[in-house]
C-alpha cells in the first residue's frame, strides 16, 4: 500500500505561533536555578508551573540524566582586509589543523589567498569557498589556538539577544551565562540551552538522590538552528553535527534501559544524540559519529523517556522534535499557556520538563 497524502506532507505552518517580542529573554535570570519550569504530564496532559530549584523533586534513584557538556567557543572574530575593509569571521567548524569552516560578512570580494587581520595574534588566509556560503580559512598563529580565541573572541550569541558590542559587563555577562557548568569539550557556535539552567548544587543533589548523570557531546553547528525554508517539513534536510558517546555512558544508558529505569535527556541536541545513534546501530555504543536526524511528528523515540528543554522558535526544528516527543496539540497548548503566564522564552529563557 502507498503512502497517503497526509504522510506525504507536514506543513510548516503547522508549527507557527505569535510570540509578543517582550517575552524574547534578553539577559538570563538572575540565577541560574531561578528560572520558571514549566511541567508536562504526556500521559495525563497536565499542566504544571514549578522553578528550575524543583528539579530534583522529579528523580529518584531510578534515574538517568543525559547532559551534552559541549563547550560553546567564541566564535565571532571582527578583522580587516588589507584594504583596511571590516569583515567578520565566524567559526564553525575545526575541519583539521589550523583549517576552519567558516562564514565571512560580507563576503561579496572575497578572494582565495586573501589574508583578514583579526589581531595581532591571529590571521586568516582565505582558501576556498564551499556550498551555502561558507568558506574554508586557515588560521594563522603561534602558540594555543583556543588561548588566543578566549581573548579576542566574541561569544556567538542568537539574533534574537541584542547586544550593543562595545558593552563589556553585558559582553562578561554573556561569557559566563551563555555556558553550561559543566561545559568541557569546546567546539560549539551556540549553547546547548536547556542545561544552561542547572547549577553544581542541584547536580550533587540529584547524584546525592541516587541519579546516574552521564554526558554526551555534540557540538551545536548552526545546522540546529537552520530555518525550515521548504512548506512541507518532510523536504528539509538537516545539516550534519559531530557527536561523542563515551564507554561509559553507553554502559550506563544500555544498563539503565535493561533495568527499565527512565533516561531523561537534557536539551534537543541531547535527545537526537542518543536516538541517532539507537538508530543507527541498535545500541547506545562508544562512538564518534556525525548526525543528520530530523525529528518531527511520528517518530518512535527509542531511548528518551523524559525531557528539559527550552521554549523554541516557531517553525524550527526544535520545536518540532518536542512536539514529536509530546504530541503537537499539546505542546502548542502548553506554548500558548506560557505565553498568558509570561514566560520568557529562547535562549536565555525559562524551560520545561516533559515527562
Given at each position: 500500500?502507498?503512502?497517503?497524502?497526509?504522510?506525504?506532507?507536514?506543513?510548516?505552518?503547522?508549527?507557527?505561533?505569535?510570540?509578543?517580542?517582550?517575552?524574547?529573554?534578553?539577559?538570563?535570570?538572575?540565577?541560574?536555578?531561578?528560572?520558571?519550569?514549566?511541567?508536562?504530564?504526556?500521559?495525563?496532559?497536565?499542566?504544571?508551573?514549578?522553578?528550575?530549584?524543583?528539579?530534583?523533586?522529579?528523580?529518584?534513584?531510578?534515574?538517568?540524566?543525559?547532559?551534552?557538556?559541549?563547550?560553546?567557543?567564541?566564535?565571532?572574530?571582527?578583522?580587516?582586509?588589507?584594504?583596511?575593509?571590516?569583515?567578520?569571521?565566524?567559526?564553525?567548524?575545526?575541519?583539521?589543523?589550523?583549517?576552519?569552516?567558516?562564514?565571512?560578512n560580507p563576503s561579496k570580494r572575497i578572494k582565495e589567498e586573501m589574508i583578514i587581520k583579526i589581531s595581532d595574534e591571529l590571521s586568516a588566509r582565505v582558501l576556498t569557498r564551499e556550498d551555502n556560503g561558507k568558506w574554508l580559512v586557515e588560521m594563522i598563529y603561534e602558540?594555543?589556538?583556543?588561548?588566543?580565541?578566549?581573548?579576542?573572541?566574541?561569544?556567538?550569541?542568537?539574533?534574537?539577544?541584542?547586544?550593543?558590542?562595545?558593552?563589556?559587563?553585558?559582553?562578561?555577562?554573556?561569557?559566563?551565562?551563555?555556558?553550561?557548568?559543566?561545559?568541557?569539550?569546546?567546539?560549539?557556535?551556540?549553547?546547548?540551552?536547556?542545561?544552561?539552567?542547572?547549577?553544581?548544587?542541584?547536580?550533587?543533589?540529584?547524584?546525592?538522590?541516587?541519579?546516574?548523570?552521564?554526558?554526551?557531546?555534540?557540538?551545536?553547528?548552526?545546522?540546529?538552528?537552520?530555518?525550515?525554508?521548504?512548506?512541507?517539513?518532510?523536504?528539509?534536510?538537516?545539516?550534519?553535527?559531530?557527536?561523542?558517546?563515551?564507554?561509559?555512558?553507553?554502559?550506563?544508558?544500555?544498563?539503565?534501559?535493561?533495568?527499565?529505569?527512565?533516561?531523561?535527556?537534557?536539551?534537543?541536541?541531547?535527545?537526537?544524540?542518543?536516538?541517532?545513534?539507537?538508530?543507527?546501530?541498535?545500541?547506545?555504543?562508544q562512538v564518534i559519529d556525525d548526525s543528520t536526524l530530523f525529528i518531527y511528528p511520528g517518530f518512535k523515540f527509542r531511548i528518551v523517556d523524559r525531557l528539559i528543554t527550552n521554549f523554541h522558535l516557531p517553525k524550527s526544528t526544535l520545536i518540532m522534535l518536542v512536539s514529536?516527543?509530546?504530541?503537537?496539540?499539546?505542546?502548542?497548548?502548553?506554548?500558548?499557556?506560557?505565553?498568558?503566564?509570561?514566560?520568557?522564552?529562547?535562549?536565555?529563557?525559562?524551560?520545561?520538563?516533559?515527562?
Open positions: 500500500m502507498g503512502k497517503t497524502k497526509d504522510e506525504d506532507m507536514l506543513l510548516v505552518s503547522d508549527f507557527d505561533y505569535t510570540l509578543p517580542k517582550e517575552l524574547i529573554a534578553q539577559t538570563p535570570s538572575e540565577k541560574r536555578e531561578n528560572s520558571r519550569m514549566m511541567v508536562l504530564d504526556k500521559a495525563l496532559e497536565t499542566i504544571s508551573h514549578k522553578h528550575f530549584y524543583d528539579i530534583t523533586d522529579y528523580f529518584d534513584e531510578n534515574d538517568v540524566l543525559v547532559l551534552n557538556n559541549t563547550k560553546v567557543i567564541p566564535a565571532r572574530l571582527f578583522g580587516q582586509k588589507e584594504t583596511g575593509a571590516k569583515i567578520e569571521v565566524f567559526l564553525l567548524k575545526l575541519i583539521s589543523g589550523k583549517t576552519w569552516q567558516v562564514l565571512l602558540g594555543n589556538f583556543y588561548d588566543i580565541l578566549h581573548k579576542i573572541g566574541n561569544i556567538p550569541l542568537p539574533p534574537y539577544i541584542e547586544r550593543n558590542m562595545t558593552d563589556d559587563e553585558l559582553k562578561n555577562l554573556d561569557y559566563e551565562r551563555y555556558q553550561t557548568v559543566y561545559a568541557q569539550n569546546e567546539g560549539s557556535v551556540a549553547a546547548p540551552t536547556a542545561g544552561l539552567h542547572f547549577t553544581s548544587d542541584i547536580l550533587e543533589k540529584l547524584k546525592n538522590k541516587g541519579v546516574q548523570i552521564c554526558y554526551v557531546t555534540l557540538n551545536v553547528g548552526m545546522g540546529t538552528f537552520k530555518p525550515v525554508k521548504t512548506e512541507n517539513v518532510l523536504e528539509h534536510k538537516m545539516e550534519s553535527e559531530e557527536y561523542e558517546i563515551s564507554s561509559e555512558t553507553a554502559n550506563i544508558i544500555m544498563n539503565a534501559k535493561k533495568a527499565g529505569k527512565r533516561i531523561t535527556a537534557v536539551g534537543t541536541t541531547t535527545v537526537r544524540t542518543l536516538e541517532t545513534c539507537m538508530q543507527k546501530y541498535d545500541e547506545i555504543l514529536a516527543f509530546a504530541g503537537k496539540d499539546f505542546i502548542f497548548r502548553a506554548y500558548k499557556e506560557a505565553i498568558d503566564m509570561k514566560y520568557r522564552f529562547y535562549s536565555y529563557g525559562d524551560c520545561m520538563l516533559i515527562k
